[in-house]
């Protein structure tokens, strides 16, 4: 007996304390339970009704009534509002399919001015007069992998649906700016698996690309830019007088970028005459900082040492890697009395607004007797290739880019804009605008009666762009051939102007080493060899 039974106190039985920590979880649970069935249903979904949760990303298709991606926002409300207003008309609806997130500032612009490219295409197609009549009107969807591509497989298969509705009638993916596994394997589905007609943007790696009219990796692709082999055979034509004995390459070998695995084998072709051998690095990706900075400044050193000596670099590398490279070349090679030229592809386009690219460094500093380090690349566009001296009379048009000029300057205001901070000197504008008019005109070429025409016949009739129905692109003519590749396309040459901080037009290359012959009776035709 108790103290207090003893003394005749009333004792009273209480829960024990697994009781109440039963009885504290229940309580949580339900409350819980209440929170799920009456306050979760009404807070708002954090990707919105068109997009899904991933792996802590929002990914997925939207018509820009969904705007969860950050910079893009204005221009999203400006392309939501054109699909609400040719809502009510028969429309075929176009996909622009890139990353449209990235951890990387650099990154982000140029993905704004991609999505900046496709929907003036859109508006484009939709508004000017000389298109206004033209059926059916075109609506605009953007498609989002992930930043790192690796979610591509939930977007292809809505887009696929999106393909079989009445209501959506997709007829075209575009876009696809990284030559990398993830969007190889995204367009293979597309493609092969769905039916789907692909074109591509500022793709340039080589295995992107069907490689005859009966061996085709991808059924329905195209293609605009020009390959990175075709843009070294435009550069030998350019550099003839280059001296190989005094060349050398530095080349990236991670396997898994098409990009840079093309380019460097492109470049080892166009070297193969040199007496060094490559210098390698492996990036940990394309977007990847990663650790290379000790990596180049020795390589610095080293070029200094080479007999003969080295006076141009060829640097089969992603633009990231090629700022790092020339950084190091800048400021820490030996032989600063020498000038040092660094070559590279189209990657290199947006090097020229990387805030960590150091112009002073490759200015050098005639007082004390530092030369600059020059860098040249190849472009798949540039501001002055059509618009400023000699342009060829084929091949391409001042008029057409142009066309493309008044469209970013009037994005500034209503009714076409505002779409947020533009530039086209880095081409990806031009780049997704093209590839966007390049599915556009394959979609109304083929229209007849104001029918939609199937998504076969678009795909298997892309060489029908060729002759007098060539796109007429911002960045030159698209001529496609029987295998969706586009034939002899313009290269620009560009040259960073540390005087300027901004890249300087050189010229244009040609792959086949001069611009297309000029058609018969004026027709302005594009013509394409029969070996092609």
């Known amino acids: 007996m108790n103290a207090a039974a003893r003394n005749g106190l009333e004792v009273r039985s209480g829960p024990g304390w697994v009781t109440v920590a039963l009885a504290v979880l229940a309580a949580a649970a339900l409350g819980t339970l209440l929170w799920v069935l009456a306050i979760a249903p009404n807070l708002p979904d954090p990707c919105g009704e068109e997009l899904e949760e991933i792996g802590g990303e929002c990914v997925g298709v939207t018509?820009?009534?969904?705007?969860?991606?950050?910079?893009?926002?204005?221009?999203?409300?400006?392309?939501?509002?054109?699909?609400?207003?040719?809502?009510?008309?028969?429309?075929?609806?176009?996909?622009?399919?890139?990353?449209?997130?990235?951890?990387?500032?650099?990154?982000?612009?140029?993905?704004?001015?991609?999505?900046?490219?496709?929907?003036l295409a859109q508006y484009r197609a939709n508004n000017d007069r000389a298109e206004r009549d033209d059926t059916p009107k075109i609506r605009l969807v953007l498609a989002h992998p992930g930043k790192a591509r690796d979610k591509w497989r939930p977007v292809a298969d809505r887009l696929a649906e999106m393909a079989e509705s009445g209501r959506d009638n997709l007829r075209v993916v575009f876009g696809f700016d990284v030559s990398v596994r993830q969007n190889k394997d995204a367009i293979t589905?597309?493609?092969?698996?769905?039916?789907?007609?692909?074109?591509?943007?500022?793709?340039?790696?080589?295995?992107?690309?069907?490689?005859?009219?009966?061996?085709?990796?991808?059924?329905?692709?195209?293609?605009?830019?020009?390959?990175?082999?075709?843009?070294?055979?435009?550069?030998?034509?350019?550099?003839?007088?280059?001296?190989?004995?005094?060349?050398?390459?530095v080349e990236d070998r991670r396997e898994e970028d098409g990009y840079?695995?093309?380019?460097?084998?492109?470049?080892?072709r166009k070297l193969a005459a040199s007496p060094h051998s490559p210098y390698t690095y492996v990036s940990e990706g394309p977007d990847d900082e990663g650790t290379l900075w000790g990596e180049f400044r020795h390589m610095a050193v080293n070029i200094c040492t080479l007999s003969p000596s080295v006076d141009t670099v060829y640097f089969a590398g992603r633009q990231?890697?090629?700022?790092?490279?020339?950084n190091a070349v800048a400021l820490h090679r030996p032989c600063k009395d020498r000038r040092i030229t660094v070559v590279s592809g189209s990657a290199a386009s947006t090097l020229y607004s990387d805030e960590e690219l150091d112009w002073e460094a490759l200015r050098g500093d005639e007082k004390v007797g530092w030369e600059e380090v020059e860098v040249i690349y190849t472009s798949f566009s540039h501001p002055d290739a059509w618009t400023t001296g000699k342009a060829p009379e084929t091949g391409g048009s001042a008029h057409a880019f142009e066309l493309l000029r008044d469209y970013v300057e009037r994005a500034r205001y209503e009714p076409v804009g505002p779409v947020g901070r533009t530039d086209i000197a880095d081409s990806r504008t031009a780049s997704a605008y093209d590839?966007?008019?390049?599915?556009?005109?394959?979609?109304?070429?083929?229209?007849?009666?104001?029918?939609?025409?199937?998504?076969?016949?678009?795909?298997?009739?892309?060489?029908?762009?060729?002759?007098?129905?060539?796109?007429?692109?911002?960045?030159g003519w698209i001529c496609l051939d029987s295998s969706g590749n586009p034939y002899n396309k313009a290269v620009a040459v560009v040259r960073l102007d540390p005087a300027t901080k901004s890249p300087r037009?050189?010229?244009?290359?040609?792959?086949?080493?001069?611009?297309?012959?000029?058609?018969?009776?004026?027709?302005?035709?594009?013509?394409i060899p029969k070996d092609r």
């Open 63 to 119: 018509d820009g009534g969904t705007r969860r991606w950050a910079g893009l926002e204005q221009v999203m409300s400006r392309i939501e509002a054109e699909n609400d207003r040719i809502a009510g008309e028969p429309h075929a609806t176009v996909a622009l399919m890139i990353a449209m997130t990235s951890d990387g500032r650099e990154k982000r612009k140029e993905i704004l001015h991609q999505v900046q490219g496709a929907y």
């Open 189 to 249: 589905y597309l493609t092969n698996r769905k039916g789907i007609p692909v074109v591509a943007g500022s793709l340039t790696g080589d295995d992107f690309a069907n490689t005859g009219r009966d061996d085709k990796r991808y059924e329905g692709f195209a293609r605009i830019a020009p390959s990175n082999t075709d843009q070294a055979d435009a550069l030998a034509s350019f550099d003839r007088g280059l001296d190989l004995r005094h060349a050398v390459l």
């Open 260 to 268: 840079t695995r093309s380019l460097r084998e492109a470049f080892q």
């Open 320 to 326: 990231i890697h090629l700022r790092q490279f020339v």
């Open 435 to 475: 590839s966007a008019w390049t599915a556009i005109t394959g979609i109304r070429f083929h229209t007849e009666k104001g029918a939609i025409p199937s998504l076969s016949t678009i795909g298997n009739d892309w060489d029908g762009l060729q002759g007098v129905n060539k796109v007429e692109g911002a960045s």
């Open 505 to 527: 037009f050189l010229g244009l290359a040609w792959p086949e080493g001069a611009p297309p012959p000029k058609a018969p009776r004026g027709t302005g035709a594009c013509q």
